[in-house]
Nanobody, 127 residues
Framework: QVQPVESGGGLVQAGESLRLSCAAS????????MGWFRQAPEKEREIVAA????????YYADSVKGRFTISRDNAKNTVYLQMNNLKPEDTAVYYC????????????????????WGQGTQVTVSS
């Protein structure tokens, strides 16, 4: 089972951009569906975006559509979350999750479907 490791979080102002990366240790991500989740203080963890391991199928939460882009580079064993036009309400700890799927077109959008999680990276957006 792979172990995701997130990086790229930080403090930015509203309207700015960040790119989060999720690298894998312990194996190749190429057969894993991947997801980005976030959790703000006193709120439940929520899906942000997800991608199939073939990379052809993606999912976005309504709150980030048009602003965030999930992508993957299986050769680099890394998944990315490009976040543009950030808003204060995007402030949260962002987690990367991985789950091996039989189909390369499977997209998993619920946290309970994933068994491998990173430690999270803090994203703070000031107004």
């Amino acid at each position: 089972q792979v172990q995701p490791v997130e990086s790229g979080g930080g403090l930015v102002q509203a309207g700015e951009s960040l790119r989060l990366s999720c690298a894998a240790s312990g194996g190749a991500l190429s057969l894993y569906a991947m997801g980005w989740f976030r959790q703000a203080p006193e709120k439940e963890r929520e899906i942000v975006a997800a991608i199939s391991w073939i990379g052809a199928i993606t999912y976005y939460a309504d709150s980030v559509k048009g602003r965030f882009t999930i992508s993957r580079d299986n050769a680099k064993n890394t998944v990315y979350l490009q976040m543009n036009n950030l808003k204060p309400e995007d402030t949260a700890v962002y987690y990367c999750a991985a789950e091996r799927t039989a189909s390369g077109f499977s997209v998993l959008t619920t946290a309970s479907r994933y068994n491998s999680w990173g430690q999270g990276t803090q994203v703070t957006v000031s107004s």
